[in-house]
């Protein structure tokens, strides 16, 4: 159970198009989804949490307006890389929060989504 | 930068030694969580400890928790090949959300 599943898993694309990238709790409804971004050969950082029904909170420096979320169902968050440039090349991953025993709420992570921009 | 720092930030070992990453955080932490990361794939998540905790153990796998310090460390017992990977830590500081703080990560090479 509690499985994660990203589409695409990678996607290459042209400077100045948008990319959507799906996450999706396939046998849990997940409330709350966050999105990481993961350059090469570093850390994940948090870009924004996803709320179901309501507009999501983005880290400082996050720029809302080029990457749009949309978490239209409790299964269901969707992640827009809008006018694309090769800087925002990346491993994209998304997480689910799901119960677990106790107070907290773990998280389950998706693949990663590999965009490139080129 | 709430975020946390590992090290070493690389290292290598032979099978069937022990391998131990550390992790440091910042600020007071409602658990902290350590995953594992293969090449270009996604994170598993090893195993979580409370702030109240102080040692846990799963498997082969043996997590410290040192709140006055924040620090925490993973022991790997016994590596194999298939260990090789890159280990996060990550704090949980509570809030309205679980928000996730990654530390740096460690790149971790078993040599079989």
């Not at chain 1, 999105?35 to 999501?56: C, D, H, I, V």
């Not at chain 1, 269901?76 to 907290?104: M, N, W």
């Not at chain 2, 102080?54 to 298939?82: F, P, Q």
Request: hydrophobic share 35%.
């Amino acid at each position: 159970g509690a499985v994660v599943s990203q589409h695409p898993s990678w996607v290459i694309c042209k400077s100045g198009t948008s990319v959507k990238i799906e996450c999706r709790s396939l046998d849990f409804q997940a409330t709350t989804m966050f999105w990481y971004r993961q350059f090469p050969k570093q850390s994940l950082m948090l870009m924004a949490t996803s709320n179901e029904g309501s507009k999501a909170t983005y880290e400082q420096g996050v720029e809302k307006d080029k990457f749009l979320i949309n978490h239209a169902s409790l299964t269901l968050s969707t992640l827009t890389v809008t006018s694309a440039h090769p800087e925002d090349s990346s491993f994209y991953i998304c997480s689910a929060e799901g119960q677990a025993s106790g107070a907290y709420n773990e998280q389950f992570f998706g693949p990663g989504t590999r965009l490139t921009v080129l | 930068s709430q975020q946390g720092e590992e090290d070493p930030q690389a290292l290598s070992i032979q099978e069937g030694e022990n391998a131990t990453m550390n992790c440091s955080y910042k600020t007071s932490i409602n658990n902290l969580q350590w995953y594992r990361q293969n090449s270009g794939r996604g994170l598993v998540h090893l195993i979580l400890i409370r702030s109240n905790e102080r040692e846990k153990h799963s498997g082969r796998l043996r997590v410290t928790l040192d709140t006055s310090k924040k620090s925490s460390s993973l022991l790997i017992t016994a590596s194999r090949a298939a260990d090789t990977a890159s280990y996060f830590c990550a704090t949980v500081y509570g809030g309205a959300t679980n928000k996730l703080i990654f530390g740096t990560g460690t790149l971790l090479a078993v040599q079989p």
